[in-house]
């Protein structure tokens, strides 16, 4: 019966091979006896393993119980069969009998295997006994035992002898690969019958084959059993031991014919085979060790030998094994390394091995004692095992441990085991022999042993104390600081304890000082200390920037310490000279003892509470600024001590101050014989403090009352106290002790921060602030608050509060509550602190953290109490914290792939995670690289650093791979606060250690950096090839491609081309690996070879490389590799080709040149690859060449209503080895591909193949959806020769439907090229008439449509697009366009996509109008309404193809202009409107006058701007010549009407209506310019009061006469006022300077320049509807006319964006105007610009021949805008008034707005004369150059005023033909920069 199928497949292979061949192995030792079933329960109750042991042993097993029933009298026999086991001997390790009995199967296999070794492989292996000796007779010994060889080797050794002994050439290594093919089975075989078997025949032939004919021959001839199956061998490697134990029953059955070797003795009556009897409960299966390791220590087995008596003198005595107790205690006066560095002082790291010599028994070793040469190891081991007898010697190896080279042999001993056996307990020194092999002067070895098992070594005797230190000080030290410090030194001193590894100690240092006083206790305890040890004292003197000098040691014996029990002495101290004398002395305190006490310190020192309360009448310093005063403070300090200076603040300009400062004085030395100095300064700012004076107190002095209250008399600079005040001094002794309250002081305190505070949230986190209150009911109980620190356990205030003299006194407290804000709902409190006013007076410097009541946590709060004290130092506790994760390793796969995408989230303890101190996720990898930095927020020492480390997820949340804390507390004090470490990783939930670690770097302090990232060097890598690859296909071949990737990440971007066909693959293809991409230490470079399949199937794995980097980064830096390619196969991983790779590590190498014939071989084999096809048909054709070149209305598949197509050529019903198709065109449906193919002949048959072409559009994500088919029959292409047609397309879901599914265009040839068409582009004009019944998109029921024309072909085309038709569903457009740059081609297709325009929002789609250019080829003009798709109603086209013209539009309507690639005018006119004048206008105001003005409108339409006129005030006549001009955009004439409102204007109350004026737009279809007085009208058709001059004119090229012509002539004399209204982003006006009328008389005109109005609808934004964006030209009033060769044209203004415009006022009287500028941002983006307008007087220079410039007399406003250098804000400079005095003085100011950064430094005024004729400029003088140096005030006007006078030139005749000028030069500056720098001319 076989073990049950179940059990044995869960074994692992190796342990199933075992167990058949073990099982088998013991029912042929039992055969006759019994048969086992089952292994795990054969030898349950030890009957049967009694039986196995007798059969093969040959002698009776005692105490077998014959019917065992319980599980006692199981254990019972088990333990008899054990006892046996243990007396052959038979080492059994860890087994027990209840191990047996409970079935453990590995224990079990384990002691079958221990049988078969001793009894079946190393028994048969001993060598027969010559013929003259008897084996059978008692009296024989046993021959000497042989030395224990491995068994292995001895079974090898054994077979290979027999195939030597026959002469027969085969070998055998191993019993694993080498017996897997059956030949070495084989071979035994054809050494003992060569007739059997054909050897030389079955090389090669099936291994499966070869095993079952060796196992047959070697059962039927030999009978050797069948340990072994064939099929286990070949499936997967052989298990050795299964192995060796076949081969050597089948030696043995060799060696004896067809017997056994050993002989079964008869053996009693077969006991029948039981099974056992069911137990209540099973008992757990304990795992031990299974496999013993190698070689085993088995010694050879006792042979009884017959002996005659002439031998039997000469027998070796057997002695007994013996077990030894060992304990190397220690060594002594070892010699020190001769290897050992410096800083060991000539001392080792020694440790000792010991070992048994000429025994197989495992060495033993100590640990390493650092830096010692006296070493207590103390080590115990148990010494046992076959030969370990009284024969025996133990050698002890001492040696030094080196952690770089080899360690050092300092010395052996060798001492004989019979030494052991002379005491019961062995316990010596015994001397160590030196390399010379002399034992003398090399240390002795301390050696403690026992015989025995169960022998108990004596315990150790710890004769170590315990030293309880203090060094109390020094005296009379010989100071080393001569020059500094004046003969002082800064005195510390350290202990160590001579020979022992105890840590020094060390006292703080003493600065300036002699004779200090540490007062400094330690214990000193450890291992070694003892009274043999000495105390060695070293005493130092302290520098900053050299070595500590020496100033003294003492050396103390420990053994001093034991003659009383507290030693308290002054000790000489030894210096460097060795001498005693005149290094002074140490005091030592010390006690020996765990608990020993050392007595207290005897503290005379007093603790001095000091007001410095003022002083009175001191000599004054500042005799000049302060008037004979000074601004003095006092300073005190404790003479001759190392106390801390105190000092008050600084009264400023008095003699008296009054500094009421408080300070407590303490520290080492503050005895009654000091002296308290005060010195009295006098502050300055820039020179040296004025010393004042200076007082000494003896401290003694303040022991005389309790409250020492005095005036001192202050000793001057000339040593004396007369004349130089007084100093009032209030002083108490001791700690506790309260100077004497001075009433009315302030209290200043701090609220610094809190710590460990409670969580209010449910985050784990609270939001709190404090809360102050007191209980002083006469006092303003008001709210004093902290802000709120957010999310955080540890918040920090800092928050100041001032309590007033008087507010508060020592009664009151002060309660401070802390709370959890809360966003709703109540706050939660989180605890308080209450404070005694008192506790602040009687410490005014306050800093203290307080316990908070009724919560968590401390709360830290400084306070200052009184006038003259200041409060403490701002905490700095918290310091800058740096941070570097680098990488992680070995981290846990949290994804199904085997991998995780790791990243590492950083946190301070207390915090909340923050992203921006989160590393980037790396996606596939165990072991990530980040190298990112972070700086995070400062931090106290006691946080923590924590490093989260996630997987990220997509979907769900992400998961922790565990978590890594470094607190900053091992950082602080640290000589070099950075850490670089490796963190182990513990799990987020349990704490328990988590799988990988973390590599960071954290710098934590001021100053400290992190280290330079080291990112290693870069690799260079070429896949070469690859040769006698796996062959994956069915055709015998592979078509191979490499991928490289790191070992542990899963994908990679880097991977070579597919070769076709072919098992020796070049590639030549070079990969790069960036500096810190790899870690060179750690990284495996894995090569992954695929056979590439085209189907969807996947891709074929045909072997795999892996290359550790760390041996290639140590070797040469350039590497070229042969290496073998593992394949998995079902028999295991098998060698199958080899791949070349070549490396080249390091940014100073490069990688060789690949060989030419590599390149070549390459090239031919991928082409040659390429060109392999099957197709399998034997016609014979021509080669088709086909051009795919465009398709049309295709259909809609994706929702933005357009397709992304691509065309695919197939040869219906075949399958091509590459896909041939066409790129993809984006987002249309009418696409151009214009794409070539050849197609070879032998894909091709002429008269059965079709050519088919499918229209696909492209998706992202989701298959490719089929749009339509198309067909070409290849027998009518080749009837044809060449084919060029638009082929339908049919719907691929509904066959036959060709039905709006659009045509695709296809040229094509057979056998000849394909015919060149001619793509010849006309041009082509469009007009966009007009739209009816169009699809309503606004809650109106109408729609404000425009049209876009494109050509969706041509992506850089500029799109088209018209005007926007406001509330209308039948629009009028009539704009003509021209299509196209280069114009058009038949295949283009236009279209017209409409839009609703919003204002806000996106624009709604009103439907489309494709149209195709071919059908707009087939008549020179076409005039059409077109469908709108995916909408309603038709739009009107109008086309002109090639040289054909559009219609003229109606006259009445402007001639058109033509638009050109998007860019041009609009086709409709411009309208210009002047409103000149009204007379007897209707008065509205109580003086019978009206204040009117006109509002110009379009009915039922919004204005962006409103047009309106200047306001006239107090008249019923005004005169306005005012101009305004409309775009065509706004007004159509066909429909709209212009409105023109007149209105009263009132300053408190609305504006009262006069009347309006209707004027339809169609009477300017007949007449394009109306110029006449219109009546007003109260409504259309009722009459009101008064008329209105009105001009007009409309047309694209609109011009209004000069003001002063025709109707206009009789308000001549009034000058107008130009306004420029812009609207971006209409086109940009011409603007038409309109001059000033002048007499004819007049030779000095000047120009006067006037700007248009425009108007644009475009998205009015309701902010803007009453600002006007004002332009003004940048003439300049140079008194040339406009037809003057000199005369500059007004230049054109760019557009500029509309914005909110402050106004400003310019003039005076009746030419005052409002002017204003647009706002800039710090961030706008504006080119530089200068905006100039210039106002004239009306009146004009009268000249005769003698006259002088009597009439000249100018009211000149000049107006200058600076808009410069970006960083200009709401800036303005202004030049308001420039007008002549009556006294010829000329006055003018600059006023700068709103800016604090503006100064104008220097303005210069110069006359200038121009000469017209000859255009030169000449300067008559420089009047003056004023220089304005002054600064605005923040966000107020700066005003620079200034008056000069000037000489009026007599006679303007002097000058000739000049013209006089008034020259300016300004330098503005704004930020230090220049702004403008004129000249401006007026």
């Known amino acids: 019966m076989q073990q049950p199928q179940d059990q044995l497949s869960t074994m692992p292979k190796w342990q199933q091979m075992q167990y058949k061949s073990f099982k088998a192995w013991c029912n042929y030792n039992l055969r006759g006896i019994g048969d086992i079933s089952q292994l795990s329960t054969a030898f349950r109750d030890g009957l049967l393993l009694a039986r196995l042991l007798e059969t093969i042993s040959g002698e009776k097993i005692k105490g077998i119980k014959q019917d065992p029933k319980l599980r006692i009298h199981y254990i019972n026999n088990l333990f008899s069969c054990f006892s046996f086991l243990r007396a052959v001997p038979i080492p059994l390790y860890n087994m027990q009998p209840e191990d047996i009995a409970d079935g453990n199967i590995k224990l079990i296999l384990g002691l079958v295997w221990m049988l078969i070794l001793h009894y079946q492989i190393q028994q048969s292996d001993i060598e027969p006994a010559p013929p003259s000796a008897t084996p059978d007779t008692p009296e024989s010994k046993p021959p000497p035992a042989s030395p224990v060889i491995d068994p292995r080797s001895q079974l090898a050794n054994r077979v290979n002898k027999r195939f030597k002994d026959h002469q027969f050439r085969h070998e055998v290594h191993n019993f694993t690969a080498d017996w897997q093919d059956g030949l070495s089975l084989l071979a035994l075989v054809y050494c003992e019958d060569p007739t ?202 001492v040696n030094n441990w080196d952690v770089v080279t080899k360690n050092e042999l300092l010395g052996h001993v060798k001492l004989p085991v019979a030494a052991l056996l002379q005491n019961p307990v062995f316990d010596q020194w015994i001397p160590i022999t030196g390399k010379d092999n002399v034992p003398s002067g090399h240390g002795d070895l301390h050696i403690v042993a026992a015989i025995g098992k169960d022998a108990v070594l004596p315990v150790i005797v710890d004769d170590s104390v315990v030293v309880q230190l203090r060094i109390a000080g020094a005296r009379d030290l010989r100071g080393s600081d001569i020059l500094r410090n004046k003969g002082k030194a800064d005195p510390y001193c350290k202990v160590k304890v001579k020979g022992c590894k105890i840590k020094k100690q060390k006292t703080p240092v003493i600065t300036k000082s002699v004779n200090p006083e540490w007062n400094s206790e330690f214990t000193l305890r450890g291992p070694g200390l003892n009274k043999s040890r000495n105390l060695v004292f070293t005493i130092n003197d302290w520098d900053v920037i050299t070595k500590n000098d020496l100033l003294g040691t003492v050396k103390l014996p420990v053994s001093a310490l034991f003659q009383n029990p507290v030693f308290d002495q002054w000790i000489p101290i030894s210096g460097k000279d060795k001498s005693k004398s005149g290094h002074g002395e140490l005091h030592i305190v010390a006690a020996l003892g765990e608990h020993a006490v050392l007595p207290p310190v005897v503290d005379n020192s007093v603790v001095i509470q000091l007001r410095i309360a003022g002083a009175r009448d001191l000599r004054g310093s500042d005799l000049l600024r302060g008037r004979g005063k000074a601004d003095p403070y006092c300073k005190v300090k404790v003479q001759g001590r190392r106390i801390k200076k105190q000092k008050t603040p600084v009264i400023k300009n008095t003699i008296n101050p009054e500094w009421n400062a408080e300070f407590e004085l303490k520290g080492p030395g503050l005895t009654r014989s000091e002296n308290l100095v005060f010195t009295i300064n006098d502050w300055d700012l820039l020179t040296k403090n004025d010393y004042m004076g200076t007082v000494k107190l003896p401290v003694d002095a303040l022991f005389q009352s309790p409250v020492f209250d005095q005036w001192i008399p202050i000793t001057g600079k000339d040593k004396t106290q007369s004349g130089a005040g007084e100093l009032h001094i209030v002083a108490v002794i001791g700690k506790d002790a309260v100077l004497p309250y001075i009433t009315g002081e302030s209290l200043f305190i701090r609220i610094c921060s809190g710590r460990g505070l409670s969580a209010g949230d449910r985050s784990g986190f609270s939001d709190p602030y404090v809360v102050v209150t007191h209980d002083n009911p006469h006092a303003s109980n008001r709210k004093i608050q902290t802000p709120v620190d957010k999310k955080t356990l540890n918040p920090v205030w800092n928050h100041k509060v001032l309590f007033q003299r008087g507010e508060l006194f020592d009664n009151n407290t002060l309660t401070f509550s802390v709370r959890d804000w809360d966003r709703l709902g109540k706050n939660t409190p989180l605890g308080y602190v209450q404070i005694p006013i008192g506790a ?299 791949l070349r790779v070549q490396l080249a590590y390091g940014p100073a190498v490069s990688l060789p040149l690949p060989a030419e014939e590599d390149q070549e071989s390459s090239s031919s084999d991928s082409s040659s690859s390429d060109d392999d096809s099957g197709s399998g048909d034997d016609s014979e054709g021509a080669p088709v060449k086909v051009r795919v070149v465009a398709a049309r209305h295709l259909k809609v598949s994706d929702n933005t209503g357009t397709s992304d197509p691509y065309c695919v050529i197939e040869v219906k019903g075949k399958k091509t080895d590459k896909r041939i198709a066409t790129h993809t065109v984006k987002k249309t449906l009418n696409p151009v591909w214009d794409a070539e193919f050849n197609l070879e002949q032998e894909h091709i048959h002429p008269t059965r193949d079709v050519l088919t072409f499918t229209v696909m559009d492209w998706d992202r994500v989701g298959k490719n959806d089929k749009l339509g088919i198309a067909h070409l029959n290849v027998k009518d292409l080749m009837a044809q020769r060449t084919f060029n047609k638009w082929l339908p397309l049919e719907d691929m879901k509904q066959p036959g439907n060709k039905a709006n599914v659009g045509e695709i265009h296809i040229i094509a040839s057979y056998g000849c090229d394909l015919p060149i068409v001619e793509r010849r582009a006309l041009p082509l004009q469009l007009r966009i008439a007009a739209g009816r019944h169009l699809l309503a998109c606004d809650k109106g029921g109408s729609s404000d449509p425009y049209v876009v024309i494109e050509l969706p072909r041509r992506k850089k085309e500029q799109q088209l697009k018209t005007r926007v038709v406001k509330q209308s569903l039948s629009p009028v457009w009539n704009e003509d366009f021209n299509i196209g740059k280069e114009g058009v081609q038949p295949d283009d297709v236009l279209r017209l996509n409409v839009f609703d325009w919003d204002k806000v929002g996106k624009n709604d789609s009103m439907g489309y109008v494709e149209i195709d250019v071919e059908r707009l080829m087939a008549q020179p003009l076409t005039e059409e309404w077109y469908p709108v798709h995916n909408g309603s109603g038709e739009i009107q086209i109008i086309s002109a193809f090639g040289n054909a013209q559009l ?78 001009e409309i775009g065509p955009d706004v007004f159509d004439p066909r429909t709209d009407t212009i409105r023109f409102g007149l209105f009263d204007w009132d300053r408190v109350s609305g504006d009262d209506p006069l009347g309006s004026v209707w004027l339809d737009g169609k009477l300017l279809l007949g007449s394009p310019e109306l110029n006449k007085w219109f009546p007003v009208m109260n409504k259309p058709g009722v009459p009101g009061k008064g008329e209105v001059h009105i001009h007009v004119s409309y047309g694209p090229k609109a011009v209004l006469p000069p003001v002063g012509t025709g109707a206009d002539n009789d308000k001549a004399s009034r000058r107008p006022v130009s306004i420029t209204v812009s609207a971006a982003p209409a086109p940009v006006p011409v603007s038409v300077p309109v001059p000033v009328p002048v007499p004819a008389q007049n030779t000095h005109t000047h120009s006067h320049t006037t700007t248009t109005t425009t108007v644009s609808s475009e998205r009015t934004n309701p902010h803007h509807n009453d600002n006007h964006h004002k332009s003004y030209d940048d003439g300049h009033a140079k008194g040339e006319s406009s037809s003057s060769s000199d005369s500059s044209s007004s230049d054109s203004e760019e557009e500029e964006p509309e914005r909110k415009e402050p106004e400003l006022s310019a003039g005076n009287g009746k030419n005052q105007m409002k002017l204003s500028a647009p706002e800039r941002d710090d961030t706008s983006a504006y080119s530089p610009r200068t905006q100039v307008a210039m106002q004239l007087s009306p009146r004009t220079v009268q000249e005769d021949d003698g006259g002088d410039m009597e009439g000249y007399g100018p009211a000149w406003s000049l107006i200058k805008t600076f808009w410069n250098y970006n960083r200009a804000r709401n800036f303005k400079g202004l030049i308001r008034r420039m007008e002549d005095a009556p006294n010829g003085d000329l006055q003018f100011s600059i006023r700068t707005l709103n800016d604090s950064h503006v100064s104008c430094h220097r303005i210069t005024v110069v006359l200038v004369a121009v000469d017209d004729t000859a255009k030169k400029r000449k300067k008559i003088k420089t009047y003056k150059e004023i220089d304005l140096k002054k600064q605005s005030a923040p966000h107020k006007a700066a005003v620079f005023n200034s008056t000069f006078k000037y000489p009026r030139p007599k006679k303007l005749s002097e000058f000739g033909t000049h013209k006089l000028f008034v020259h300016f030069h300004f330098r503005i500056f704004h930020k230090q920069q220049p702004l403008e720098a004129g000249p401006f001319d007026l």
């Open 840 to 1138: 602040f007076a009687a410490e005014p410097a306050f800093d203290r953290w307080l316990p908070i009541s009724d919560g968590k946590g401390d709360l830290r709060i400084q306070a200052a109490y009184g006038n003259a004290v200041s409060l403490p130092k701002k905490p700095a506790t918290s310091r800058p914290v740096q941070v570097r994760v680098g990488r992680a390793r070995n981290l846990r796969a949290a994804d199904k792939d085997g991998f995780s995408d790791p990243f590492c989230q950083v946190l301070l303890s207390g915090s909340v995670a923050d992203p921006k101190y989160k590393t980037a996720v790396v996606k596939g990898t165990l072991n990530p690289i980040w190298n990112q930095d972070f700086q995070m927020p400062a931090a106290e020492s006691h946080d923590v650093v924590q490093f989260d480390v996630y997987d990220w997820d997509r979907a769900s949340s992400n998961d922790s791979l565990g978590y890594a804390q470094l607190p900053l507390g091992s950082l602080d004090g640290s000589d070099v606060p950075v850490v670089e470490a490796w963190l182990p990783l513990f799990n987020a939930k349990t704490d328990e250690r988590e799988r990988g670690e973390i590599q960071v770097t954290v710098a934590y302090g001021e100053g400290a950096l992190l280290p330079q990232l080291s990112l290693g060097e870069p690799l260079q890598l070429r896949i070469a090839e690859a040769k006698n690859l796996m062959a994956a296909d069915r055709n015998g071949k592979s078509d191979p491609y490499c991928v490289l990737l790191v070992a542990g990440t899963k994908g990679s971007d880097k991977k070579t081309k597919a070769m076709k066909k072919t098992l020796n693959p070049i590639w030549n293809e070079e990969f790069m690996f960036s500096p810190g991409e790899l870690d060179a230490e750690r990284d495996v470079l894995r090569f992954a070879l695929f056979d590439k399949d085209i189907g969807l199937g996947k891709d074929t794995s045909i072997g795999t490389v892996d290359l550790p980097l760390k041996p290639l980064t140590a070797g040469n830096p350039v590497q070229d590799l042969w290496l073998p390619v593992t394949v998995k196969t079902q028999k295991g991983d098998e060698t199958q080709g080899q």
């Open 1447 to 1524: 219609p003229v539009v109606p006259a009445a309507r402007g001639a058109a202009a033509p638009r050109g690639a998007g860019l041009g005018s609009s086709d409709t006119g411009v309208l210009k409107i002047r409103v000149v004048a009204g007379r007897q206008l209707a008065a509205a105001d109580s003086n019978g006058k009206s204040d009117p003005y006109c509002l110009i409108s379009i009915d039922g339409k919004k204005m962006k701007k409103d047009l309106k006129t200047s306001i006239k005030k107090e008249t019923l006549n005004p005169v306005w010549n005012e101009e305004f």
């Open 196 to 397: 059997l078997v054909d050897f030389e025949a079955r090389v090669g032939c099936d291994p499966m084959e070869n095993l079952q004919l060796a196992f047959e021959l070697l059962e039927k001839h030999w009978g050797v059993p069948r340990l072994l199956d064939a099929e286990d061998l070949v499936s997967t490697k052989p298990d050795e031991k299964a192995m060796m134990t076949y081969v050597s029953v089948a030696l043995d059955c060799f060696d004896s014919g067809e017997r056994l070797k050993v002989e079964p003795k008869p053996a009693p009556p077969p006991v029948p085979v039981r099974e056992p009897e069911p137990e209540p409960a099973p008992l757990p299966v304990i795992e031990k060790l299974v496999e013993p390791e190698w070689p085993l220590p088995v010694p050879s087995p006792v042979v009884e030998h017959k002996e005659d008596s002439s031998s039997s003198s000469d027998s070796e005595e057997e002695f007994e094994p013996l077990v030894v107790q060992l304990r190397i205690a220690a060594a002594r006066d070892l010699k020190g390394s001769s290897i050992a560095p410096a800083s060991n002082k000539g001392k080792g790291d020694p440790y000792c091995k010991v070992k048994v010599h000429g025994c197989k028994i495992k060495k033993q070793k100590t640990p390493a004692i650092k830096r010692s040469v006296d070493p207590e190891w103390n080590s115990e081991f148990t010494l046992e095992g076959p030969g370990l007898n009284q024969s025996k010697e133990l050698v002890f190896t």
